[in-house]
């Protein structure tokens, strides 16, 4: 006990700082951020004769958020051609005057940092409808508000189709009520319903890119949005974004998407 505490003293007269443990020297530094380097890591082509369910869940039911006004019906979405189509017409089903298509991938596939995600995809357009290629937290089901699960979210292309050159790039961030958001527009010389193309969204530690047709659109490198979200192809129709469909609104439209394809980088570490 003596010797203890001689020990002991003799400790604290060396030193006031508490011992720590033996001295590691200091952190390694970050590892370095080098080029990506894109590897395919899942694709759905649809190539099938229907829609895969190990991907997709196929939305049903009345939507009730945003002020739409259609009903998501299973059969509204098919695969012609190669592609995957969502079907939006004027019809009554489920006690609203229009219907149209959504799929998404739920939990079975997801994406995050480090992914890059490409769609090659022909928008419909007209007055009132709003196609989009996006991303969102995996408990939103397509139907109903998310609550406090909402954002993030990732809008890779969206379009209020009374004005289909420009496409509308936005992330979100935060929780509901309080979410906040960034947004880019890029306006092409021409409608994007006229033809395909390719819509990329690259998603880094510290950036998103947007690409349209193998282009830079947007790059945002502020409140990154986080998280494992879903894949979600839908058109909507009326609602806050565009409004109603008017006299000038042609139906049916059609939503095409001939492939997603889902890219990892391996040049880099991604928490």
């Known amino acids: 006990m003596v010797l203890a505490a001689v020990v002991a003293a003799s400790i604290a007269a060396c030193s006031s700082k508490p011992y720590s443990g033996p001295d590691t020297g200091p952190l390694p530094p970050p590892p370095p951020v080098r080029a990506a380097k894109w590897s395919l890591v899942w694709a759905d082509?649809?190539?099938g004769a229907t829609i895969d369910p190990a991907n997709w869940v196929v939305v049903d039911g009345a939507v009730n958020v945003n002020n739409e006004l259609e009903y998501y019906s299973p059969a509204q979405v098919s695969i012609e051609n190669g592609a995957l189509v969502l079907k939006s017409d004027r019809q009554a089903v489920g006690g609203r005057q229009y219907v149209s298509g959504e799929v998404r991938s739920g939990t079975k596939?997801?994406?995050?940092?480090?992914?890059a995600i490409e769609w090659r995809t022909q928008i419909p357009s007209g007055k009132g409808i709003w196609p989009a290629n996006w991303l969102v937290n995996t408990p939103c089901d397509g139907l109903n508000g998310c609550g406090s699960n909402w954002p993030p979210e990732i809008d890779v292309l969206e379009v209020k189709g009374s004005a289909p050159a420009t496409n509308?790039?936005?992330h979100w961030w935060g929780s509901y009520p309080g979410?906040?958001?960034q947004t880019t527009t890029w306006t092409s010389s021409q409608s994007l319903a006229?033809?395909?193309h390719t819509y990329r969204l690259e998603w880094y530690r510290d950036s998103i890119l947007w690409l349209v047709d193998g282009t830079t659109r947007a790059k945002h490198t502020a409140n990154v949005t986080d998280g494992q979200l879903q894949i979600v192809m839908n058109t909507a129709v009326g609602g806050n974004f565009d409004g109603a469909p008017d006299a000038s609104t042609v139906f049916p439209q059609y939503h095409r998407v001939d492939y997603v394809r889902v890219y990892r980088d391996t040049a880099n570490?991604?928490?």
């Open 45 to 47: 082509e649809f190539d």
């Open 109 to 115: 596939r997801t994406v995050t940092r480090g992914n």
């Open 269 to 271: 570490s991604y928490p």
């Open 168 to 170: 509308i790039m936005t």
């Open 179 to 181: 979410q906040q958001l």
């Open 194 to 196: 006229d033809a395909y």
